[in-house]
């Protein structure tokens, strides 16, 4: 699977941005997509985890009330929409995939097998 990450930028702290991950090479609906992130000098940190048919999700409490993940299936991407954001959001945002075993979500890093390049997210005070 290969994971392509866009939609980084500049924005100032309330603003909202949307990121978007393209999926290509195997069959999109098979698979848990999740984002990450990672700030400097930081581990890579799970943010939000979605199931493969889109009914379920899982935050960061960091996280939970101003980010929503989403996916269309028919277009093999995962969203991330990004709202009231804070200068701590700053970071490297990543997606990753893993085969869906259809009953738990994952928020490790180790449990995901495919990762995109990252987009940078820069939140300004």
């Known amino acids: 699977v290969q994971l392509q990450a866009s939609g980084g930028g500049l924005v100032q702290a309330g603003g909202s941005l949307r990121l978007s991950c393209a999926a290509s090479?195997?069959?999109?609906?098979?698979?848990?997509m999740g984002w990450f992130r990672q700030a400097p000098g930081k581990e890579r940190e799970f943010v939000a985890t979605?199931?493969?048919?889109?009914?379920?999700?899982y935050y960061a409490d960091s996280v939970k009330g101003r980010f929503t993940i989403s996916r269309d299936n028919a277009k093999s991407t995962v969203y991330l929409q990004m709202n009231s954001l804070k200068p701590e959001d700053t970071a490297v945002y990543y997606c990753?995939?893993?085969?869906?075993?259809?009953?738990?979500?994952?928020?490790?890093?180790?449990?995901?097998?495919?990762w995109g390049q990252g987009t940078l997210v820069t939140v300004s005070s």
């Open positions: 990753a995939c893993h085969f869906s075993d259809r009953y738990t979500l994952a928020t490790m890093t180790s449990s995901y097998d495919y």
């Open positions: 090479g195997r069959t999109f609906s098979s698979y848990d």
């Open positions: 979605i199931s493969w048919s889109g009914f379920s999700t």
